[in-house]
C-alpha cells in the first residue's frame, strides 16, 4: 500500500489542522493505521492508531483530548484532527499502515507502511 500524508501547514499556537492521508494500491479496511511524529532532534513517536473497522482507537498522552483520528475505509483516507495545537507539536507527522487480520487491534508500533510525513509548525 502507498500512502501520502497531506495538510500539514504552520498555524498559531491555540489553532487546529487537520491532515489526511490517502492510500493506494490495496483496500485500506485490512489495516490498521497509526499516525507518528518527529520533533527536530528527536525520535519518532506514536501519536494515534485506529482500529481497522474505525471504532477503537489509541492516543498518546501528550495528545489526548485534543487530536482526533478518524478514517473512511471507503475512500481509503485517514485524518488526524489536531485542535490547541502548542509548540511542542511542531513535527513531521507520518502516516503508517499495519496489515491485521482482526478488526479491532491497534498498535504503537511495528508499522509495515509509512507515507511520506507532512510538517506541521506550531508557532507561539
Known amino acids: 500500500v502507498q500512502l501520502q500524508a497531506s495538510g500539514g501547514g504552520l498555524v498559531q499556537a491555540g489553532g487546529s489542522l487537520r491532515l489526511s492521508c490517502a492510500a493506494s494500491g490495496r483496500t485500506l479496511n485490512t489495516y490498521v493505521m497509526g499516525w507518528f511524529r518527529q520533533a527536530p532532534g528527536k525520535a519518532r513517536e506514536f501519536v494515534a492508531a485506529i482500529s481497522r473497522s474505525g471504532g477503537g482507537a489509541d492516543y498518546a498522552d501528550s495528545v489526548k483530548g485534543r487530536f482526533t483520528i478518524s478514517r473512511d475505509n471507503a475512500k481509503s483516507t485517514v485524518d488526524l484532527q489536531m485542535n490547541s495545537l502548542n509548540p511542542e507539536d511542531t513535527a513531521v507527522y507520518y502516516c503508517?499502515?499495519?496489515?491485521?487480520?482482526?478488526?479491532?487491534?491497534?498498535?504503537?508500533?511495528?508499522?509495515?507502511?509509512w507515507g511520506q510525513g507532512t510538517l506541521v509548525t506550531v508557532s507561539s
Open positions: 503508517a499502515a499495519k496489515r491485521d487480520y482482526r478488526v479491532s487491534s491497534l498498535y504503537t508500533r511495528g508499522y509495515d507502511y
